[in-house]
Structure formats: C-alpha cells, structure tokens
T-cell receptor, first 107, second 114 residues
C-alpha cells in the first residue's frame, strides 16, 4: 500500500462545477504540499499546509492531521484548470508523492 | 530571477554511457532535490541536499550520484545508464529542508536510455 493515496485518479467536470480531490496518507507528517502539473509537464506549487485551511483565488486546500487526510477544492472550474494535481507529504527532510489526479474541465 | 534551471531538457543515451543532469537555482535555497517521474508511479525522490556539502539518499538512489559543492548547484550523475533509468527527471528546491516552504521545480529533463 502506498504511503500517499489520491482519489479519484481521473476526474472530468463541466466548466463551472465544483471539484474535490482527496489525499490520504498513512505516516506522521509535518506538512503537505499540493502541486499542479500542466499538460506541458511543468510543476508548480499551489499550497503548503500543516493545519487548517488555505485559499488562493478559486482554490481551497484543507488538512485534517488527526484523520491523515487533505482535500483540494476548485470552485467554479475552468478549462484552464485541466491538469494533474499532486499531493506530497513531508516527513523529516523527504517528500513522498501521491500518484496524482488527472482533471479535465470541459467547456 | 531564473528560479530552478535544469539542463538538458532532452537526452538520449546508450546503455552504459554516463551523463550529468545539471540543476541550478538562484534563490539561495538550502534544500535541493532530484525526482524521477514514471508513468503510473508518481514522483519519487532520488537524492536530496539540505545545504552545501550535505547530501542524502531518497527512495530510489541506486545508479545515481550527487554532490553539492555550492548552494546554487546540485548535479545528478548517471554513472552507467540503464534502460530502467528512462524517465523524466525533475529538480526542485525550497528555502529549507524537506520542502519547508514553497517548492520550486525545474522544467524537467526527459532521458531515454536505449
């Protein structure tokens, strides 16, 4: 069993829909990252969380340390949100990554 | 600022050849790391460094060497390339160890070993 599990693996939404991506992990962590990988391959950091909730534009990330679970929400989704979303957990000086969620937003 | 710069972007090697993937950052970040990304596997940590002169192994270090002689540079060396090392490689940095703070990734290097 992987230390970091994401669900769903793939998600298709219509423009404007609310999207939720989940990340569960099995180890104690000090922080969790959400990353976005564009179709061209580049990876950008969206959030780093150690507790609670963060919001940036239409993106919201939450984490529940006790339940070992984090969610990434995209409100009012847009075709430009189509990408692979990756969560990564920090243990010591190392990062362990989930397998990613491929999101397609149709116009 | 250029951020994290990786070179080359593409490389084809024959089995047994050696090469170095270069990674440089201009943000004075202490933490630098190398990952490989394979279909269906996600990103996996190869090696990382928490500062100049300090390196450590990640999840999949076999077949790779690293060094960190300066804060800016963190090259990844393949000593004798194998087809199993065909992958996309990413370098990333952050201000402190283990991705404390925002992570900055290079654009990736696609390596094919024949």
């Amino acid at each position: 069993k992987n230390e970091v599990e994401q669900s769903p693996q793939n998600l298709t939404a219509q423009e404007g829909e609310f999207i939720t991506i989940n990340c569960s992990y099995s180890v104690g962590i000090s922080a969790l990252h959400w990353l976005q990988q564009h179709p061209g391959g580049g990876i950008v950091s969206l959030f780093m969380l150690s507790s609670g909730k963060k919001k940036h534009g239409r993106l919201i990330a939450t984490i529940n340390i006790q339940e070992k679970h984090s969610s990434l929400h995209i409100t009012a989704s847009h075709p430009r949100d189509s990408a692979v979303y990756i969560c990564a957990v920090k243990t010591g000086n190392k990062l362990t990554f989930g397998g990613g969620t491929r999101v397609l937003v149709k116009p | 600022n250029a951020g994290v710069t990786q070179t080359p972007k593409f490389q084809v090697l024959k089995t047994g050849q050696s090469m170095t993937l270069q990674c440089a950052q201009d943000m004075n970040h202490e933490y630098m790391s190398w990952y490989r990304q394979d279909p269906g596997m996600g990103l996996r940590l190869i090696h990382y460094s928490v500062g100049a002169g300090i390196t450590d192994q990640g999840e999949v270090p076999n077949g790779y060497n690293v060094s960190r002689s300066t804060t800016e540079d963190f090259p990844l060396r393949l000593l004798s390339a194998a087809p199993s090392q065909t992958s996309v490689y990413f370098c990333a940095s952050s201000i402190q160890g283990g991705g404390t703070g925002e992570l900055f990734f290079g654009e990736g290097s696609r390596l094919t070993v024949l």
